[in-house]
């Protein structure tokens, strides 16, 4: 089996700042996604990648960023934090593109003061 | 958008009932709806999945109806245990012939609690 893991657990950031939260997965998994959970409007796709320096950019990509510099990671970066944003972020991963199952991580919790 | 809907917004059953979870989608090219099942403070994990060619899948006690005419689906939890308490997620893609990739797209999630 595998793990995905994501850091920092929780975020507290200030307006306006840029932040990054980090994952790493060892399933060896090709595709890599970010995902917004907000509450009552399920999961949001951000970003995803399909390979080694590759990105795709999801419904949701104004005012984020994203890094695949190794398989193993995938890095998004919020360039500019809102204030009062609340949210999870989820990282997930899968071995191909379609119809296989995806495995997340357990979320990084954003709060902006 | 919404492309794929979810209801109720939450569900509270007594111990040993049948749990049923409804899921619409709007977008006909649709062919592969898995139900993820999220626990608090941790990721979503796939719990069953159905293709559009069937109309009914089982695993345990948990079973996916599908009506590929209305655009509906439902998972019904046979049984309800407390530890079922949990948010699920319906979620759909489209295998395009063109490209391997296809993007899952989620509902909004119901949220069940099983009361003992």
């Known amino acids: 089996g595998g793990i995905i893991t994501q850091t920092p657990k929780f975020l507290i950031g200030q307006e306006g700042q840029k932040l990054t939260l980090k994952c790493q997965q060892n399933?060896?998994?090709?595709?890599m996604y970010w995902y917004r959970q907000d509450s009552g409007k399920g999961l949001r796709l951000i970003y995803y990648s399909i390979t080694e320096n590759d990105l795709q950019k999801g419904d949701l990509s104004e005012g984020y960023d994203a890094s695949r510099e190794k398989k193993s990671s995938f890095s998004l970066t919020v360039t500019s934090a809102q204030k009062n944003e609340m949210a999870v972020f989820l990282c997930?991963?899968?071995?191909?593109?379609?119809?296989?199952?995806?495995?997340f991580g357990h979320g990084t919790k954003l709060s902006v003061l | 958008q919404q492309q794929v809907r979810q209801s109720p917004q939450s569900l509270t059953v007594w111990e040993g009932e049948t749990a049923i979870l409804n899921c619409s989608y709007e977008?006909?090219?649709?062919?592969?709806f898995p139900w993820y099942q999220q626990f608090p403070g941790e990721g979503p994990a796939l719990l069953i999945s159905i293709l559009s060619v069937s109309d009914k899948k089982e695993d345990g006690r948990f079973t996916i109806f599908f009506n590929k005419r209305e655009k509906k689906l439902s998972l019904h939890i046979a049984d309800s245990q407390p530890g079922d308490s949990a948010t699920y997620f319906c979620a759909a893609s489209a295998h395009i012939a063109s490209s391997s990739f296809s993007k899952l797209v989620f509902g909004q999630g119901t949220s069940l609690s099983v009361v003992p």
């Open positions: 399933f060896n998994h090709d595709t």
């Open positions: 977008n006909s090219a649709f062919d592969y």
């Open positions: 997930a991963s899968r071995r191909g593109f379609s119809n296989e199952r995806l495995f």
